[in-house]
C-alpha cells in the first residue's frame, strides 16, 4: 500500500465554523485539507434566488455577538460585504391574544405594553434587589419567574428562546444556553445592574465592535461562505465524501473517505471536527463507546422552515424585524422573519419575502406532516397572522432540518467536559461544531478562530 500524503490539519466540515477555521490557518501559513459530505462549501448555509426573490435555506439571519465576525468580513472586503439589518426593521412583534404587540424597547413603551402584567411590571423594580441564585442546573423558566415574573417568562423570554433555540425555557439551561444572561446575575447580581454596569465598562477595541447588531452579507449568506471558501483556497476543499474515517497512528491520524468512486487518505497530525454530534461514531470508531454516549444524546430540534414570496403584497404592513408566537398562543407557527423588511433586494419593489419556522422542541409532530398538509397549515395562519386578504405567493418553498439546532440543557456539562477528556488522551484532536461553544453565527466565527490558534499555538 502507498503511504499516504501527510498534511498538517485536517479539517472536517465546511460550515462557518470549518470554513473559518480553515481561513485562520491559511492566514498563518498553515497546511490543511477541509473534507465535506455536501457539494458545496456553507453546510446549511444556502442562498437561492429565483423569480426576483433572494432567499435563504438555511439560517436566515446573525446577529454581531463576537468580534470575530467582523473581523471575517474586514478579511474579505472586496469579496463579500456585511449588510446589518434596515432601520427599519427595528421593531420586533410578539403575539398576544391573537393580535401583534411591539415588544417595548424603552421605559415608557414597557409601562404601556400589554404583554406584561401590572403586578411583573411593578415586581421588575426590585430586580436589582434579590438574591442571585445558587443552583447552576436551574432552568429558564425557574430563573426568569424568580427575578422577573410569570408574564415576563410567557410574552418575552419564551418567545425568544423559541426565535433563538425553537427550544423549551423549561429544559434549556441558562448557564450553558446563555451564559452572558447567567453571568450578569452571578457576576454583577441581577440582570438590570448587571447590564447597567458593563455599559459602564471601558472596552477594548475588539469589544467595540459587538454591536449586537442583526446581519447577513449583500445578496445573502452564502456569498459569506463563498468568500470563505476562495480566501482559504478552493484547490485545499473536497466535497461530496462519504465513508469517512479517522484512526490514530502513532502520533497522527489516518483519515480516509471515499471520493467519485475511489478510496483516499492522508495522514495529519491534527483533526479539527466542526460536524453535529450525531456523526461522531461514525467518523470517529475508535472513540469509547460510554464517551460517545455523554455527547451523541444531544437532542437537536426539527425544524420546517417555509419561504413565500409575494410579488404584490396585500397584507399588514412589514414595518420590522418579524414576529414570534409565545407557546402560549397555541398557533402551529413559530414565528415569522420579514425578510424584504430587514435586507435589501430579497423580493420584487412592491412585494415581500417572508420566512415562517414551524416545529420546535415542543412541537415535534410539525415534522411528520406532509408537504401538502404544510401548505395547508401555512395558508390558514399566514392569511390570519398576516392579513392576508388572498394568499397566493408566488414562491412557496419548504425546508426540512432533522438535526436543526442542538438544546443545551442539564446534560450539557458533562458533555463539554467529556469533550476535554478526549481532546487531552488524543493530542491533535479538536472537537468543535455547535455541540459546543454556542449555536449562533458569531459563536461558529469565533469557535473557528481559537479552533485554528490551537492548531497554531501548537
Known sequence: MNTPESIHTLIIGSGLTGLSA??????????????????QPGGVIQTQTEDGFVYEVGPNTGVVGSSE???????LQGLCELET?????????????????????????GVK????TLKDKFRLLGEPFRS????????????VKRRMGQSFLDYAIDPFIIGVYAGDPDILIPKYALPKLYNLEQDYGSFIGGAIKKQMQKKTEAEKKITRKVFSAKGGLSNLARALYTKAGKEKFRFSISDLSVQPEGENFRISWSAEGKTHAVLANHVIFTGGSFELKESFPF????DLEKITNLKYAKITEVTLGFSHWKGMELDGFGGLIPSREKRDVLGVLFMSTLFENRAPEKGALLTIFMGGIRN?????????????????EISDL??????????????????AIPQYEASSGVRFETIEKIEKKYPGLLLGGNMRDGIGMADRAKQGKMLAEQVINK
Open 386 to 403: 398576516m392579513q392576508l386578504p388572498d394568499f397566493n405567493p408566488e414562491l412557496f418553498k419548504i425546508t426540512r432540518y432533522q438535526h
Open 22 to 39: 480553515a481561513h485562520y490557518l491559511n492566514k498563518a501559513g498553515v497546511d490543511f485539507m477541509v473534507l465535506d459530505r455536501n457539494s
Open 85 to 109: 439589518a434596515s432601520e427599519k426593521a427595528q421593531k420586533r412583534y410578539i403575539l398576544k391574544n391573537g393580535q401583534w404587540e411591539p415588544l417595548p424597547s424603552g421605559i415608557m413603551a
Open 69 to 75: 465576525i467582523v473581523e471575517l468580513f474586514e478579511d
Open 287 to 290: 472513540l469509547e463507546k460510554t
Open 364 to 380: 415535534k409532530k410539525i415534522s411528520e406532516l406532509t408537504d401538502e398538509q404544510v401548505k395547508e397549515v401555512i395558508k390558514r
Open 132 to 143: 442571585k441564585g445558587k443552583n447552576p442546573h436551574e432552568t429558564l423558566s425557574q430563573l
Open 113 to 116: 405594553t400589554p404583554l406584561f
